[in-house]
């Protein structure tokens, strides 16, 4: 059965205490790998794209990388702006919906 | 500006009443989806359609119709029969092609009275 599974569960870090989260899958065959963003209340905002073992990507405090069986999202010098959920999904070979598969997230709360 | 919208926000639900979802975009994107987000859980799949006038059950279609009659619209019913409808949904586009990405609305919160 494909899987995604994010951990830790929440992760509570000081101003600048750079962390990683990671996002592990097993899939019968991996199209893309998505990172996103949720606040409180509101739909989940798009971050990165990966699609090869090997492949990194940036954004401000944010840098995501992949590897066969799970990708990591590092933070470096958070700020708490940077509080939410972070929600990791998969996009797979083999399917016509181009459906995403999603891990249950990883709260994050960065305190000043 | 482009974007996805949902409404309403909130929407409440009487036993035994169908309550319907709107989503539209105005990103000329072909695919539309609609996901349900429950506590602890991950998003998951209700319906989708990848073109107009034709749409297919996702993994908890149970409860749910939807239409998609225009490539802007794809409002999603919730029906009588759905007995835990309580939940965060959200409706996503993404366009056709293999490296395209699923946007988001701001989602739509269903509450039972």
């Known amino acids: 059965e494909d899987q995604v599974t994010q951990s830790p569960e929440a992760l509570r870090l000081q101003e600048g205490e750079s962390s990683s989260l990671n996002c592990s899958y097993t899939v019968s065959g991996l199209r893309g790998l998505f990172w996103y963003r949720q606040d409180p209340g509101k739909g989940p905002e798009f971050l990165f794209t990966l699609y090869s073992a090997g492949e990194e990507k940036e954004k401000e405090r944010l840098k995501a990388t992949l590897t066969k069986k799970e990708s990591f999202l590092h933070i470096t010098a958070p700020k708490p702006e940077d509080s939410a959920t972070y929600l990791c999904a998969v996009s797979l070979y083999g399917g016509a919906t181009n459906k995403l598969i999603f891990g249950t997230g990883t709260l994050l709360a960065v305190q000043p | 500006d482009g974007g996805i919208t949902q409404s309403p926000k909130y929407l409440f639900r009487k036993e035994g009443q169908n309550v319907t979802l709107s989503c539209e975009q105005n990103l000329n994107h072909d695919a539309m989806y609609w996901y349900r987000q429950d506590p602890g859980q991950g998003l998951r799949l209700i319906y989708y359609?990848?073109?107009?006038?034709?749409?297919q059950k996702g993994d908890i279609a149970e409860g749910y119709s939807v239409s998609r009659e225009k490539k802007e619209s794809f409002p999603l019913t919730v029906t009588s029969a759905q007995k835990n409808p309580t939940a965060f949904y959200l409706c996503?586009?993404?366009?056709?092609?293999?490296?395209?990405?699923?946007?988001f609305g701001p989602g739509t919160r269903l509450l039972v009275l």
């Open positions: 359609s990848q073109i107009v006038n034709d749409f």
């Open positions: 996503a586009s993404r366009r056709q092609g293999d490296k395209e990405t699923q946007y």
